[in-house]
């Protein structure tokens, strides 16, 4: 590899978010929901590192518990920011990203999972759901109402809209 390739190399891994997984089992679990890695780099038999282009969208789950229970249960949906463009840092992801939701604490968290589940049911890829639409869950459930459903015509129109502009 030549200086330019090299250079070329380095500013394409500068664009990419990194997500630090740990799984110790009952303990620490950290894992991606949703959301297509270009890269893994593996730390050991616990930990692993995938990196995710800009533009692209990801759930990332984190849990953890003690000897008298859970303790952290969250889920982040992230966009992965361009560079130079401002973002919100998130635990484990580096350098951070446009937080589209974030939840804490089982029932929430379990929410959002049902919400992703009934979403992949009507066949539509989860990275593909419309940002406000995962900015529109994280706020009904902060005022503690129900969500609008994500249903096959709001896609269909989010689709046209990303189409045109």
């Given at each position: 590899?030549?200086?330019?390739?090299?250079?070329?190399?380095?500013?394409?891994?500068?664009?990419?978010?990194?997500?630090?997984?740990?799984?110790?089992?009952?303990?620490?679990?950290?894992?991606?929901?949703?959301?297509?890695?270009?890269?893994?780099?593996?730390?050991?038999?616990?930990?692993?590192?995938?990196?995710?282009?800009?533009?692209?969208?990801?759930?990332?789950?984190?849990?953890?518990?003690?000897?008298f229970g859970t303790v952290v249960s969250c889920i982040d949906i992230v966009r992965v920011t361009r560079l130079g463009e401002p973002y919100q840092t998130v635990p484990f992801v580096r350098p951070g990203g446009e937080s589209l939701l974030r939840q804490s604490g089982w029932p929430k968290v379990r929410q959002v999972l049902?919400?992703?589940?009934?979403?992949?049911?009507?066949?539509?890829?989860?990275?593909?759901?419309?940002?406000?639409?995962?900015?529109?869950?994280?706020?009904?459930?902060?005022?503690?109402?129900?969500?609008?459903?994500?249903?096959?015509?709001?896609?269909?129109?989010?689709?046209?809209?990303?189409?045109?502009?």
């Open positions: 590899m030549n200086a330019t390739q090299r250079v070329a190399a380095d500013h394409t891994a500068d664009t990419l978010a990194h997500v630090e997984l740990t799984w110790i089992e009952k303990r620490i679990e950290h894992w991606i929901r949703f959301g297509p890695a270009v890269h893994e780099q593996i730390l050991d038999r616990r930990r692993r590192i995938l990196s995710f282009p800009p533009d692209t969208v990801f759930a990332f789950l984190r849990w953890a518990a003690n000897d049902e919400a992703i589940d009934r979403i992949e049911a009507i066949g539509i890829d989860p990275v593909d759901v419309a940002p406000d639409h995962w900015r529109h869950l994280h706020n009904r459930m902060l005022s503690g109402q129900a969500a609008r459903p994500y249903t096959r015509d709001r896609h269909d129109a989010w689709l046209r809209r990303r189409a045109v502009s």
